[in-house]
């Protein structure tokens, strides 16, 4: 079984109102990559300022 089908089979199992705390909790996970994915971005850019404006010309 892939994990897709897993996940389904668990989620399809729940009640409601467990598959809404499941759907805000993951929306809750992806906020939080989100986050952390901008500040890895920012924090490359900035130590990285220099070099890029080299490239960009």
Sequence with gaps: MNLTENYTEIFDSLLKD???EVIDFM???KEKQ???DDEIISKVISENREAMEELSK
């Design 18 to 20: 467990k598959q809404v």
């Design 27 to 29: 929306k809750y996970l």
């Design 34 to 36: 989100d986050r952390e």
